[in-house]
């Protein structure tokens, strides 16, 4: 369990977060919402440290992972991340980009980290693709790699940071596919997306972030369809055609 | 250095980079030369001497080419390597360094050409290398022109095996450049 508390931020004197509080349950998918600037990103990059918040705690599993003395490393290694950017390593094949942090960091043995690794492949459709470099691949399959990679920690969340903004259309839904599947595994999810359809469907509570804060959160029936504040209203108005 | 966290640290190798860049090689050869053994009360034999001047000035330059080197890695690759659970070091042997070595490879083949040429200028020390022999082959031989000739012929083969070579290495760097 997750629980944010009173979390500001501010980069020099712009304050991006503020005053944000919520708790993400195991197997729960949270999904964010909101316009470009209200501080969805930051949120999301505070969970694992990214960013380091200004003022506040979060706390994952009775840890208060904003004490100075945790080992930020740990943390991050049962928190995955998958970016906007998907972030390959450019010089290394696929199946190595996702055999190198269990290898390197949890020690594990390469036998056995390309046996995960080849059942991550599998997972996410791209078996034959385990030799080939990052650059070879369509934005798509680079996500779906992205998200392999960060599964090969074996983490007990996850964290997307708009994984579809950076893709062409046709190639979004491969994507989804990947994250829906999970969601259906009860893995723990926090997304950030523009994906609204998406959102009500793989969502089971969805929160509306405008100028830093959690203007509205509920469920996505509630949210899309009686949103309470004027903001969200305005909001959705602009997006649902 | 440059980009480390400390300030002082920071400030020193600003002060060095500056410095080397600022003055001419030939000053630094001479500064090294006669500042050295008064610094140390040691008496260095010249090829050392010579041999510290280079490197001083060379790695100037060459702190340069990796700062830039580095620093054009997309930060994205620190933040996906961070996030995987990678310690800061981890991160920057396994990720930065190979990509960033990639980048700065041309620049350090310049870089190395460049410091075959000058280590010509050791010569005014009394070292007896290449340009120093020329001088006195012309001294002895009476001959103006040709082993000027001879010599800067020594040179073109020395830094044509070189790039050579780092052809070779950049281009198998670039396997996983091809679509």
């Known amino acids: 369990m997750i629980t944010v508390k009173h979390l500001y931020k501010s980069f020099k004197s712009h304050e991006v977060l503020n005053d944000i509080n919520c708790t993400i349950h195991d197997g729960e998918v949270i999904v964010i919402i909101g316009p470009s600037g209200s501080g969805k990103s930051t949120l999301l990059r505070c969970l694992n440290l990214l960013e380091t918040p200004t003022r506040g705690s979060i706390i994952i599993d009775e840890q208060d992972i904003t004490n100075q003395k945790v080992n930020i490393d740990q943390v991050r290694e049962k928190m995955g991340m998958v970016f906007q950017q998907f972030n390959l390593f450019p010089h290394k094949t696929v199946i190595k980009n996702i055999c190198h942090a269990p290898i390197r960091v949890k020690k594990m043995k390469r036998g056995d980290a390309e046996q995960l690794g080849m059942d991550l492949l599998s997972k996410v459709g791209l078996r034959d693709k385990k030799d080939v470099y990052p650059i ?15 599964l090969a920690m074996q983490p007990t969340a996850m964290l997307f940071d708009e994984p579809t903004s950076a893709l062409d259309p046709e190639m979004v839904s491969e994507v989804l596919a990947v994250i829906k599947d999970l969601a259906k595994e009860g893995m723990t999810m926090v997304i ?30 509630e949210l899309f369809h009686h949103p309470q504040h004027a903001r969200t209203q305005n909001f959705l108005s602009k997006i649902l055609h | 250095m440059r980009r480390s966290k400390i300030k002082v640290v920071r400030w020193i190798s600003i002060a060095y980079v500056e410095f080397i860049r600022g003055t001419p090689l030939l000053a630094q050869v001479y500064l090294v030369y006669v500042g050295l053994p008064m610094l140390t009360q040691l008496n260095i034999p010249d090829f050392t001497t010579g041999a510290i001047a280079l490197t001083i000035h060379a790695s100037a330059y060459i702190s340069e080419t990796m700062r830039s080197g580095i620093e054009a890695v997309p930060y994205g690759q620190s933040e996906a390597a961070r996030s995987l659970g990678m310690n800061s070091r981890r991160t920057m042997l396994d990720i930065i360094l190979p990509q960033a070595f990639k980048n700065i490879l041309p620049a350090l083949g310049n870089q190395f050409i460049g410091n075959i040429k000058d280590s010509s200028l050791v010569s005014v020390i009394g070292i007896a290398e290449l340009m120093y ?9 009476a001959l ?12 073109l083969v020395l830094t044509l095996t070189l790039t050579r070579l780092l052809t070779f290495i950049e281009r198998r760097l670039k396997s996983s450049d091809h679509r």
Request: contains cysteine; negative net charge.
């Open chain 1, 192 to 221: 950030v997306t523009h994906e609204m359809g998406f959102a009500k469907e793989v969502g089971d509570r969805i929160l509306f972030m405008d100028g830093g804060q959690i203007v509205e959160e509920n469920t996505p029936e």
């Open chain 2, 144 to 155: 103006g022109l040709e082993p000027i000739i001879v010599c800067s012929l020594i040179y």
């Open chain 2, 133 to 141: 022999e020329t001088t006195t082959v012309r001294g002895t031989t």
């Open chain 1, 136 to 150: 070879t691949l369509s934005g798509g399959q680079q996500q779906r790699i992205a998200i392999a990679r960060a």
